[in-house]
Each structure stands twice: as C-alpha cells, then as structure tokens.
C-alpha cells in the first residue's frame, strides 16, 4: 500500500479536532488514516474499503500495540466515491474518537488510553489536500 505523508508531534488532546481533505482514486480499492503515539501505537486504524479483504463498501476500524492488531471493528455507512472528495474530522475525546463522516458519525474506544495523539499517516488510494487542527 503506497504511503503518503506522516506527521509527528501533532499534540492532540482530548477536546481537539483534526480535520483531514483530499481526493479519491478513482480505482480506489482502499485507504488508511492512522493517528496514534506513534507508527507502533495507533489509537485509530481508519480504514475505508471499496472492495479489499474481502469486504466491500465498508469502514473497518481498529488499534494496534506494536504488532498487536484488537478486535476490528466495522461501519456499514459508506459516504466514500471512487474518484471523490473526502473529508473526515477525528474528535479526540477522553475515552474514544469521534470520527465525523457526510452525514454520519461513531466513536471508537481510546482502547491504548492515550491522553494525546501525536502521530498521524495516511496509506492507499488518497492523496491528501488538506489537514488542519483546533
């Protein structure tokens, strides 16, 4: 899966955003965005599949510590096109992450008990416009 950019020394904390835009593949077949610590500890694995691993359409979310993955967890609201815009907003609460998706939103449990989130990548078939934070 090809990399794109990887930000470190984020700094953020619960009641901060980050707010991440860029463009779709049109071929896509999925994309990543991980925030964490760190690459070994990541809070949130984000993964938006068209029709990889053999699940279609679907969001799949996860944790890892080091090369320990948690139970996956998966969205069937879908608001991704091939060869569309995406924007997506990560709410860092104490406990979870709020993930703000068109018209959708869920949380996903702060399963390392992170207190910040300095780490942030994004892998596949998205290139990045756009990242801001507040």
């Not at 998966?74 to 096109?81: C, K, L, S, T, Y």
């Amino acid at each position: 899966m090809s990399c794109g950019p990887v930000c470190t020394n984020l700094g953020l904390k619960p009641g901060q955003r980050l707010t991440v835009k860029g463009k779709i593949a049109p071929n896509a077949k999925s994309f990543v965005m991980n925030l964490g610590k760190d690459a070994t500890l990541l809070g949130l694995h984000f993964n938006p599949r068209f029709d990889a691993h053999g699940d279609v359409n679907t969001i799949v979310c996860n944790s890892k510590k080091v090369e320990e993955w948690g139970a996956e967890h998966r969205e069937a609201v879908f608001p991704f096109q091939k060869g569309g815009t995406a924007e997506i907003t990560f709410g860092v609460n104490q406990n979870d992450v709020t993930v703000h998706l068109p018209g959708h939103q869920f949380t996903f449990p702060n399963r390392l008990n992170l207190t910040v989130f300095d780490y942030f990548d994004t892998q596949g078939d998205f290139t990045l416009q756009s990242l801001s934070w507040e």
